[in-house]
């Protein structure tokens, strides 16, 4: 494979590392309903604290992304499937900003939240968002339940694009017999 066909090594790394994360994240975020009451505060610390970071290595990639240029998509795709292509990195993209952003507007918004600091994996002091923290009490109740139904329905959308992006690189890679998946491997 000629190395133009490849995305740059620091693109493959932040990939890999963001999609490991969203995964991490989805894991912490199910589960923290079927865990002790003891361990949901910690999780629920730990879920936003890897947001966060999500956050900041999106921004990363798509600074990369504009400065890098991606290798164009393989000449035996059908336009279709470049369009779809596409469509499902941009919506990822969003999807992977809206996230964090609708998760820290949810969590500035939370009653407890003034007796309760926040601190990136309990080290390093993060804020909320003031101009949320400091909304009339029912204002902000009502905006921390919108942004609740916001973040999750927002998950929803992101599995099945992560879904659909997933098995489109593994049917070019398997069906298609094209080496889909060492364009975005080391």
Excluded: C
């Excluded at 990195?89 to 969590?107: N, T």
């Excluded at 390093?124 to 609740?148: E, M, Q, Y």
């Amino acid at each position: 494979m000629n190395p133009v066909q490849k995305y740059t090594q620091t693109a493959v790394l932040l990939h890999w590392l963001i999609g490991g994360l969203i995964v991490v994240n989805v894991i912490l975020g199910l589960g923290a309903g079927w865990i002790p009451d003891a361990w949901v505060r910690p999780v629920v610390d730990f879920h936003k604290s890897t947001g966060i970071v999500i956050l900041g290595l999106v921004l990363l990639r798509i600074l990369w992304r504009l400065t890098h240029r991606p290798p164009a998509l393989p000449d035996h795709y059908q336009p279709w499937e470049k369009f779809a292509a596409h469509g499902a990195h941009y919506a990822l993209y969003f999807l992977i900003l809206a996230m964090p952003i609708s998760g820290w507007i949810h969590d500035s918004a939370w009653s407890a939240s003034a007796s309760h600091p926040f601190y990136l994996f309990w080290i390093i002091p993060f804020p909320r968002l003031g101009f949320i923290v400091n909304l009339p009490p029912a204002t902000k109740a009502h905006v921390h339940s919108l942004f609740d139904a916001i973040h999750t329905y927002l998950s929803y959308v992101l599995y099945a694009v992560v879904g659909a992006h997933v098995l489109g690189a593994l049917k070019h890679q398997f069906i298609d017999k094209h080496p889909e998946v060492q364009r975005m491997w080391r």
